[in-house]
């Protein structure tokens, strides 16, 4: 009898937990007044409430995949909440009907699916990742076409090009018509002379010009911030000096090649620190040490604000200081890389605060959109529409509390599942179909939003080639271009950036 009793409570608290509805705080972000709102569901499901102040009415009142709420009205930014069952559907689409004489909009994950007008003040950009200039170079099994004009005919205006600090003699000492001449090294990624090659190349296709420093003789990204090794264990005064020098040095001679460069990205997802000036979070990582109490410094923000970005903010003055003294009309731009990655996006808004209190001398404030490339590291798979837009939205408007308009200075969508260890986000699979679905969505909700002035596409040129290790088998995924140089559907998105006549 007491294992009949046992049976019929654990089956009792199953059912229980299968019956637990979902519920989700829809926002209106449609830009008008709302007289209704239509919700599709992943599958049949029945409403259990919803807010009736709002919208009294509801049809059907059954079960259903598609429901409509209506009888009220609810203003641009207000809340509508629902729940419903069983709780392993979701919405999957929203449609906000407009008031009497206001323009129908429909939102998808990206927002109000706007029309999209070409704006020379909003920076669409490729960030190139120079492996379409080495394999042209040094694969002798290379086919493709130079995709630099392809992205420039499909409405790319911008090239960000990554540069290290390090300078390869034997680029430097050959003509670049000879460099296939020359045996692979992996000294020549993103040296000196590559980095100055692709500029030019990126010149002569008609692209604007964007110049990455690393700052560092290794590639830069959140993960590693490491000085070059001739600045390692210089103090923060001589490492700054080191710094303005090198930037002043950089900006200067590449306009005497004749380059010119209008914006300038300091390194990049640099809300941790740069130039080995961060928390220590191992022996090899690190040279501020990290507080006794509370060194969670994802949410220790004070810690961050006396220890970390004053030391930070020192450094980029100075390298800020180089370029404007060898240009003066140079842009800057300075971006993070935790975009709804943590609670509230707290370092995100955090470091742009302490950067303005602390006096750097930037035009942009920058965000990495989050890839789902790292396992464990993408919340977008099961995220609500509203949630999502929420989270955006209230990063974008505190940062432009700051007077600092946002470039999304990094994003980019598998067109497949290979080398990808997460699940695709609603509405968005890992298709090429997806993926231009993506690019269409993500690039009118940027141009629609006056405080987000540009997109970076990061690494569009990426050739796959045969002899790819699993490990890079997401870049070619990410790429807008197939292994045999035909275009990706998700490129064509982009056609909508040409000027019209």
Not at 38 to 50: A, C, N
Not at 419 to 441: I, N
Request: a negative charge.
């Amino acid at each position: 009898m007491k294992r009949l009793v046992v049976v019929v409570l654990v089956v009792g608290l199953a059912a229980a937990v299968l019956c637990l509805g979902s519920t989700e705080s829809l926002t209106n972000h449609s830009g008008k007044t709302a007289s209704g709102v239509v919700l599709t569901f992943s599958e049949s499901v029945r409403i259990t409430s919803y807010d009736q102040t709002v919208f009294p009415k509801q049809d059907p009142a059954g079960r259903a995949e598609t429901f409509s709420f209506s009888g009220g009205e609810l203003a641009n930014g207000g809340r509508f909440k629902v729940t419903w069952t069983p709780n392993s559907e979701e919405i999957v689409d929203t449609e906000w009907i407009a008031a009497r004489g206001e323009t129908p909009t429909k939102e998808t994950l990206a927002g109000p699916d706007e029309p999209y007008v070409h704006d020379p003040s909003f920076y669409v950009g490729a960030r190139l990742s120079g492996r379409h200039l080495t394999t042209r170079i040094w694969d002798p099994e290379w086919e493709w076409d130079n995709p630099l004009p392809v992205l420039r005919q499909h409405g790319f205006e911008w090239a960000i090009v990554s540069m290290r600090t390090t300078s390869s003699a034997a680029l430097r000492s050959t003509s670049v018509n000879q460099w296939n001449t020359l045996p692979w090294q992996s000294e020549y990624w993103c040296s000196v002379e590559m980095a100055e090659e692709m500029l030019r190349e990126a010149a002569d296709a008609g692209f604007h010009l964007c110049l990455y420093l690393n700052l560092s003789d290794t590639e830069t990204n959140g993960g590693q911030q490491h000085a070059p090794a001739a600045w390692v264990g210089l103090s923060v005064e001589e490492t700054a000096a080191r710094v303005e020098e090198y930037t002043y040095t950089t900006a200067r001679h590449l306009a005497e090649l004749g380059l010119k460069i209008e914006l300038y990205s300091m390194s990049g997802e640099i809300e941790w620190g740069i130039l080995d000036f961060r928390p220590a979070w191992s022996a090899t990582d690190g040279r501020i040490r990290l507080p006794s109490t509370n060194p969670d410094i994802t949410t220790n923000m004070a810690y961050m604000r006396k220890e970390v970005w004053p030391i930070e903010a020192q450094l980029l003055r100075a390298g800020i200081a180089g370029i404007r003294r060898a240009d003066p009309s140079a842009q800057i731009l300075l971006y993070v890389g935790c975009l709804s990655l943590l609670p509230n996006d707290l370092p995100t808004v955090s470091f742009f605060e302490a950067m303005v209190a602390e006096g750097v001398d930037f035009d942009f404030a920058g965000f990495s959109w989050v890839y789902p490339y790292a396992a464990g590291l993408w919340p977008f798979a099961k995220m609500a529409v509203s949630d999502f837009l929420d989270s955006v939205d209230s990063i974008c408007e505190r940062i432009a509390v700051l007077g600092k308009p946002i470039i999304i200075a990094e994003c980019g969508y598998p067109s497949s599942a290979s080398g990808v260890p997460e699940a695709p986000m609603p509405r968005y699979p890992f298709t090429p179909a997806g993926q231009a679905q993506w690019v269409h969505d993500r690039l009118r909700y940027a141009r629609n939003d006056p405080r987000i002035r540009g997109l970076f596409y990061f690494a569009p040129d990426w050739p796959e080639r045969p002899y790819d290790g699993a490990d890079l088998a997401h870049m070619s995924s990410n790429s807008l271009f197939f292994a045999d140089g035909t275009e990706k559907p998700a490129l064509d998105e982009f056609l909508v950036n040409l000027p019209q006549d």
